[in-house]
C-alpha cells in the first residue's frame, strides 16, 4: 500500500471511467448539445444580418476572428473523448492519491470503504455543489462578455466547497472519538452544508436564459448530471475494487509473513 | 485446532504524510494543470492565443458542467 500503488489505481480508474462517461455523454448529451446548437443558429438567422448574434457568440468562431475551426462531428467525438479522458484521469489520479491520504485515518474504516467515502465526498464537492449555484449551460446560453466573471465565480464556489469539504472530514476525525459516528457524521455534513449554502446565497447568480426553449436545458443538464454522476461512480467502483483487492492480497502475504516468522 | 475460525484482525495501514507528499504535490500541481485546458482555457483567458483548444474540448466542456462561454 505505497502512494505509487494508490495513483497508477486512480489513474487506471479514472481513464476508464472516463470512456462510460463518454458512452453517456455521447447518447444522452450530444443531441442536447446539437439541440441547443440548432437554436442558437436561429436565433443568429433571425437577428438582422448586420449585428453579431445577440449574445455575440457564434459557434463558427472562424468565421469572425479567423481562429481555428473544429468541425461537429470532431466536437462531438475525439474532441469530448479528449476532454473527458484528460478529466477523468486527472481527477482519478487525485482521488487515488486522497484515498492513500484517507486509508487508516477514517475510523476503522477498511482502505475499500475509505476510497468510496473519498470519491462520494469528491463527487459532491467538486461537482455536485458548484453545480447546484452554477448548473452547466447549453450552447447559446451565456454572454461572451461575462465568461470572465461567471468562470471566476464557479472556481470560487468549488475552491470554497472542496475546502471546506476538507476541512469537514478533518473535523469528524477530531469528533469521532468524542461524540460517536452518528454525531459526528451529522456535525461535518451540517457545517459544511451551512458553509456551501451561505457561499451559494452570497455569491452573485447568473441568469443569461433568455428565452431558451426549456425542455433542452432541462435535458441537457440532465445529461451533464449522468455524465459526471457516471464518471465519478466509476472511478469511485473501479478504484474501491482495485484497493480493495490489493489489501487483501498485502495482508494475506502479511499473515503468512507472520506465520511463517512463529514456525 | 483448525476448526477453531476467528476473524482475522487485519490492521489498516496507513501512509505517512511524508511520504504521500511529493507525490501529491507533483501530481496534484500537474492535474490542476490539465483541468485548467481543459475546463477554462480560451474562455476567460487564453494561453496559447486563439481558440484550437476551446474548439477541440468545447462539447466535453459543455457537457463537464464547466462555464464554457
Known amino acids: 500500500m505505497t502512494p505509487r500503488a494508490f495513483l497508477i489505481r486512480g489513474l487506471v480508474a479514472g481513464f476508464l471511467a472516463s470512456f462510460l462517461a463518454f458512452a453517456v455523454a455521447y447518447t444522452v448529451g450530444e443531441p442536447q448539445v446539437d439541440a441547443a446548437i440548432a437554436v442558437e443558429e436561429a436565433n443568429a438567422a433571425a437577428a438582422p444580418a448586420d449585428e453579431p448574434a445577440s449574445d455575440g457568440h457564434s459557434h463558427s468562431h472562424a468565421e469572425e ?35 492513500a491520504f ?51 465565480w464557479y472556481f470560487v464556489v468549488l475552491a470554497i466547497s472542496l475546502v471546506s469539504a476538507v476541512g469537514a472530514v478533518a473535523l469528524s476525525r477530531r469528533l469521532l472519538p468524542r461524540f460517536g459516528a452518528y454525531r459526528t457524521v451529522l456535525a461535518s455534513v451540517g457545517g459544511y452544508a451551512v458553509v456551501v449554502t451561505v457561499t451559494a446565497l452570497a455569491m452573485p447568480t447568473s441568469n443569461e436564459l433568455g428565452d431558451f426553449p426549456a425542455d433542452v436545458l432541462w435535458y441537457f443538464r440532465l445529461s451533464t448530471l449522468f455524465t459526471n454522476g457516471v464518471l465519478w461512480l466509476g472511478i469511485g467502483v473501479i478504484l474501491v475494487g482495485l484497493i480493495g483487492s490489493l489489501h487483501q492480497r498485502e495482508s494475506l502475504a502479511h499473515a503468512r509473513r507472520e506465520m511463517a516468522a512463529n514456525l | 485446532m483448525s476448526d477453531i475460525t476467528t476473524t482475522p484482525q487485519v490492521s489498516i495501514p496507513t501512509i505517512p504524510v511524508g511520504r504521500l507528499a511529493p507525490w501529491t504535490v507533483f501530481f496534484v500541481l500537474l492535474a490542476t494543470i490539465v483541468l485548467f485546458f481543459i475546463s477554462a482555457d480560451q474562455g476567460a483567458v487564453s494561453i496559447p492565443s486563439g481558440n484550437a483548444i476551446h474548439e477541440w474540448v468545447h462539447d466535453g466542456r459543455h457537457l463537464l458542467g464547466f462555464p464554457c462561454h
Open chain 1, 65 to 99: 476572428d479567423g481562429g481555428t475551426e473544429v468541425s461537429r462531428q470532431n466536437q462531438s467525438t475525439w474532441g469530448l473523448l479528449t476532454g473527458l479522458v484528460a478529466v477523468g484521469t486527472a481527477l482519478g489520479g487525485v482521488v487515488g492519491l486522497a484515498a
Open chain 1, 102 to 152: 484517507a486509508m487508516g485515518r477514517l475510523g476503522r474504516l477498511t482502505p475499500g470503504q475509505s476510497t468510496a467515502l473519498v470519491t462520494a465526498v469528491g463527487f459532491v464537492a467538486f461537482w455536485l455543489v458548484p453545480f447546484f449555484k452554477y448548473p452547466a449551460t447549453p450552447p447559446a446560453v451565456g454572454s461572451g462578455d461575462t465568461i470572465g466573471d461567471r468562470t471566476l
